[in-house]
T-cell receptor
Framework: DGGITQSPKYLFRKEGQNVTLSCEQN?????MYWYRQDPGQGLRLIYY???????QKGDIAEGYSVSREKKESFPLTVTSAQKNPTAFYLC??????????????FGSGTRLTVV | AQTVTQSQPEMSVQEAETVTLSCTYD???????LFWYKQPPSRQMILVIR??????QNATENRFSVNFQKAAKSFSLKISDSQLGDAAMYFC???????????FGKGMKLTVNP
């Protein structure tokens, strides 16, 4: 079945460490996204990519980095520069150039906790 | 810039009753799309319903329907015959035509009482 796989489901990080969250899709979608979800804040866009080897900053990109070397994969690195990384992270994808009619398909998320 | 506002952080409804979730949005574009997503306790985001701004007819998906008031920039979700499985966070979202970005409201927690 086609879908988006995020791993791991739960992740613990020590302060000062970088950590990478995985996102893989087999939907043949061009565009992929990373959102951060905090209680009462809704979903905030971190980074997005519309094509391989290209990506753009979202609204809260500071302290995060991404890569898009393959169409299927869009990993997110939470760096030590991110001051408050504890949150729930959602990856999503969509058909590109669809005129906006399509919503996103989401992964099941990764809960990151800094200990 | 697009904005989406959900002014009610929480609502509750009795099982089998009808509930309406409100959402307002702001955009300068004439071509845009609106969505409602459901996030149950599993935290998996599920697309509930979508509406194209150029369509006057309100979208309907089984027990879910929208009331799209374009002039008022309002996009409410009506859930009929509420079921226990409808309990979740609900997010309203908008996407401008030609843009790849989906902008979300802050969400609303719906409780369904048996």
């Amino acid at each position: 079945d086609g879908g988006i796989t995020q791993s791991p489901k739960y992740l613990f990080r020590k302060e000062g460490q970088n950590v990478t969250l995985s996102c893989e899709q087999n939907l043949n979608h061009d565009a992929m996204y990373w959102y951060r979800q905090d209680p009462g804040q809704g979903l905030r866009l971190i980074y997005y990519s519309q094509i391989v080897n290209d990506f753009q900053k979202g609204d809260i990109a500071e302290g995060y980095s991404v890569s898009r070397e393959k169409k299927e994969s869009f990993p997110l690195t939470v760096t030590s520069a991110q001051k408050n990384p504890t949150a729930f992270y959602l990856c999503a994808s969509t058909k590109s150039g669809s005129g906006g009619n399509y919503g996103y398909t989401f992964g099941s998320g990764t809960r990151l906790t800094v200990v | 810039a697009q904005t989406v506002t959900q002014s009610q952080p929480e609502m509750s409804v009795q099982e089998a009753e009808t509930v309406t979730l409100s959402c307002t949005y702001d955009t300068s574009e004439s071509d845009y799309y609106l969505f409602w997503y459901k996030q149950p306790p599993s935290r998996q985001m599920i697309l509930v319903i979508r509406q194209e701004a150029y369509k006057q007819q309100n979208a309907t998906e089984n027990r879910f329907s929208v009331n799209f008031q374009k002039a008022a920039k309002s996009f409410s979700l009506k859930i009929s015959d509420s079921q226990l499985g409808d309990a979740a966070m609900y997010f309203c979202a908008s996407r401008q035509g030609g843009s790849e970005k989906l902008v979300f409201g802050k969400g609303m927690k719906l409780t369904v009482n048996p």
